[in-house]
């Protein structure tokens, strides 16, 4: 079996330079050779397997540090912090991720149909970012995904079918019943998913709690709770970071000025905008722009 010092040598020789390094379509190396300041962003619905350092990564108030050790799973859309916490030149932070497909999930969960823990509808929704302990089958198949990088002809062919092996792995884990909620078409999971996908796409308009129930086809309480449930924010609160870090976005590559980027993402007031994005960058609007400038290496990755 794959020890995780074979992983770490493999990444570091694919990925040379700080940064991310693509596998393929759906999956990538990152490395970084030193602590990180936090940085501010979206994560994807992804698994995070390290293989040397240590990375946190704050949401919803809670704080999640996966290593070599544990990987890292979320199910949904995430404003959250990432920081690098564990890294040096001479053993750099390194990582692999991989984007999480319902479709591929959902299409294992039919051959997996036999596993009582994966059932449809089997308990509560759960939160939808959390670390597993890596084992070595997982840590096998991802070899084997980043090997591919040597093979780009057998990527084509080869990577779908270790995609599917990782999910597998994950599935028959204590991350399966995390990620069967991620395929299930008419369970709660796809219902919120609904709502982050409009909060998303319509993130500079105002609305109404029932307005977005029924667009997530939910009771408006309903919504609230497994809203909750799942990302630790309210679907106010949620609308907020993106809002701000859309807002944020725009005044780094746009160079708007913090009145302009506010009302751009849907604030009427400037000041709130101002007072709320310093409550979360710590800083306000255009010196945290200067900072960012001079270290865009605090722009989130994984």
Known sequence: MVEQGELAALIERY??????????EKASLHRASQPTEPKHGVFGAAVCVVAQGRKQVLSGGS???????????????????GQVIEA????????????LDPAVIGDLLLQLGGEPALAQDAG????????????????????????????????????????????????????????????RADGRMRQVKRAIGWITRHFNQPFSIEALAAEARMSPSALHRHFKAVT??????????????EARK????????????????????ASQFSREYARLFGAPPLRDAARLRARPDMLLDT
Do not use: W
Not at 88 to 99: A, N, Q, T
Not at 166 to 176: A, E, F, P, S, V
């Open 15 to 24: 990925a040379p330079h700080d940064g991310e390094h693509g596998i393929c």
């Open 88 to 99: 040096s030149p001479r053993e750099p932070y390194l990582s692999f991720r991989m984007d």
């Open 124 to 183: 509560p929704l759960i939160g939808a970012m959390a670390v597993s302990q890596v084992n070595p089958p997982l840590l096998d198949a991802v070899m084997r995904m980043v090997r591919l990088i040597d093979t780009p002809r057998d990527a084509a062919v080869l990577a779908p079918l270790i995609e599917r092996e990782i999910l597998y792995r994950m599935l028959l884990g204590d991350q399966g019943p995390r990620l069967a909620q991620i395929a």
């Open 63 to 81: 704080v999640l540090v996966y290593d070599a050790l544990n990987y890292l799973v979320a199910s949904v859309d995430l404003p959250v912090i």
């Open 250 to 269: 725009l005044i780094l590559a746009q160079r708007l000025d913090a009145s302009s980027a506010g009302h751009a993402v849907g604030y009427d007031s």
């Open 232 to 245: 630790a924010l309210s679907p106010l609160q949620y609308q907020k970071q993106i809002r701000l870090q």
